[in-house]
């Protein structure tokens, strides 16, 4: 299994970006997949998943409300639409699968990782 997370880059604080994350080889079918992120200084932290069964989601209180986690299962992509983004969003980006839980312990294949960068 291939991850490639696309999509970061520098936005104003309220603003919005939308991640992706495209499956190739033996694509994830199993579970779900994830969005973790790392900011410079802290230790990785879940962001939001998506379970295949039902496409139930999960996210971190912190982006409750802001972030939205989602599948297209004709191109094996997952997207993370962000909106009102802020500052404390600055992080790196991964993409992880095949789970859906919060422990990063818990997925096996890892995207190389987008960068998000929110000015104030």
């Known amino acids: 299994v291939q991850l490639q997370a696309s999509g970061g880059g520098l936005v104003q604080a309220g603003g919005s970006l939308r991640l992706s994350c495209a499956a190739s080889g033996r694509t994830p079918r199993r579970y779900g997949m994830g969005w973790f992120r790392q900011a410079p200084g802290k230790e990785r932290e879940f962001v939001a998943a998506?379970?295949?069964?039902?496409?139930?989601?999960f996210y971190a209180d912190s982006v409750k409300g802001r972030f939205t986690i989602s599948r297209d299962n004709t191109k094996n992509t997952v997207y993370l639409q962000m909106n009102s983004l802020k500052p404390e969003d600055t992080a790196v980006y991964y993409c992880?699968?095949?789970?859906?839980?919060?422990?990063?312990?818990?997925?096996?294949?890892w995207g190389q990782g987008t960068h998000v960068t929110v000015s104030s």
């Open positions: 998506i379970r295949w069964t039902f496409g139930a989601t």
């Open positions: 992880a699968a095949d789970s859906y839980l919060r422990d990063e312990l818990a997925y096996d294949y």
